[in-house]
């Protein structure tokens, strides 16, 4: 009885032993799944498919698609302007200041010289028609425009629209399309801390990339446009980048690259995609770009200033919808429509997104009581005296 108890024992025992071998050599008879493959031998390179799966969630491999999808859409734009040459007797022998500056040009036949200076900016191409958004400050005074292609193609461009104010600008390129397209994407969802991609000529070295991130958004009362709510990146962007497009890590614009601060380093503002939208929008409705306007000039008074919230006006445009409307210097607004005055940034976006034709009841501080004002917003006229 004991020795048969003694040989079952030996038989678990051998069994606790072979069996992870049997489930081992089970296994490896079993061939391994294709993606699971990994070797180091040469010519094994097409098995290496777990390698290529990792690459894909890496960041380096979405910069390359970025890349090759933004590239066909960005445009490298170079602009003239000519500049008449001033005249100046001091600069001049005396016999040529009597022959060329008095007997010449009384008699016709002296001619202006004029000087050209050469500028460069970027744009890209949101429309296969090849229209091209860019900044105004690119084109705004060139009386040459050309665009040029990733593939090396030169197009000349004219402008059809343009808003200064808002610092925009829409091109068209007078040639054979259709045109290859970016993608716009939402700047209102944008939050800080996404990736965020430069891409444009930064000092004429054309589809140039640089990656950053959102560091903020909103940011206004910076004294580079009157419509001022500006995406901020630490994205490179450099002179020349101007006008390029500030993209997202699906690979759509949200922004367009338009200064940095000159005193710090890895500080630039890109305007709203949404913004430039709108702008398109109207443009390509033959529609001159209205910008809404109230005629009164404010800012806002330092916290430790504050006796009360709002903001000061500091100045009302003789028969501006301001000035009609009752405003005067010094008054302070404390609302528009129920909605707290705490900037001069903010009051500008509320009044420019409003829109021409929209009525403002502003709650206004004056001489130690509270009023309340009605003022229409009009079409900001094109000049406008001080």
């Excluded at 030996?10 to 493959?37: I, M």
């Excluded at 930064?202 to 940011?219: K, N, Y």
């Excluded at 890895?266 to 209205?290: C, D, H, S, T, Y």
Aim: a negative charge; one cysteine or more; hydrophobic letters at 40%.
């Amino acid at each position: 009885m004991v020795g048969e108890i003694a040989r079952i024992g030996t038989w678990l025992l051998l069994g606790l032993f072979l069996a992870p071998v049997t489930a081992c050599e089970k296994a490896a008879d079993r061939p391994l799944a294709r993606e699971a493959v990994v070797s180091d031998a040469p010519g094994q390179g097409a098995e290496r498919q777990t390698v290529s799966a990792v690459e894909n969630l890496m960041p380096r491999t979405a910069f390359v698609r970025i890349a090759k999808t933004l590239a066909p859409t960005v445009v490298h734009l170079k602009t003239v302007q000519e500049l008449r040459e001033g005249w100046n007797p001091f600069h001049r022998k005396p016999n040529e200041w009597l022959f060329e500056g008095f007997i010449k040009r009384l008699l016709g036949w002296s001619k202006e010289i004029m000087m050209k200076q050469e500028g460069v900016g970027s744009g890209f191409l949101i429309h296969p028609a090849g229209y091209v958004l860019t900044n105004d400050h690119v084109v705004k005074h060139a009386n040459e425009i050309h665009a040029v292609l990733s593939d090396g193609r030169e197009f000349p461009a004219r402008v059809i629209g343009q808003d200064s104010r808002a610092d925009l600008a829409l091109l068209q390129l007078v040639g054979e399309g259709p045109f290859p397209s970016a993608d716009l994407g939402d700047s209102d969802r944008l939050e800080s801390g996404e990736w965020a991609l430069a891409v444009g000529s930064p000092l004429g070295l054309a589809q140039t990339f640089t990656v950053g991130v959102i560091s903020a958004t909103g940011r206004s009362h910076l004294g580079i446009t009157s419509r001022e709510n500006f995406i901020q990146t630490d994205a490179s962007i450099n002179y020349g980048n101007s006008g390029g497009p500030l993209v997202n890590i699906d690979a759509e614009v949200i922004g367009i690259n338009t200064a940095i601060m000159p005193t710090g380093h890895g500080i630039g503002f890109a305007i709203p995609i949404n913004m430039a939208r709108q702008f398109v929008e109207e443009v390509l409705k033959r529609r001159p770009v209205e910008t809404a306007w109230l005629g009164l000039q404010v800012w806002s008074v330092p916290l430790e200033q504050r006796i009360r919230d709002g903001v000061s006006v500091q100045s009302v445009q003789w028969e501006s919808p301001a000035w009609r409307s009752g405003l005067r210097p010094a008054d302070r607004i404390l609302q528009v429509d129920g909605m707290d005055m705490t900037d001069v940034g903010r009051l500008q976006r509320i009044i420019a997104d409003g829109g021409v034709g929209a009525e403002w009841a502003l709650t206004v501080w004056r001489d130690g009581r509270i009023e309340e004002i009605k003022v229409r917003s009009e079409d900001r006229p094109a000049r406008v005296f001080p």
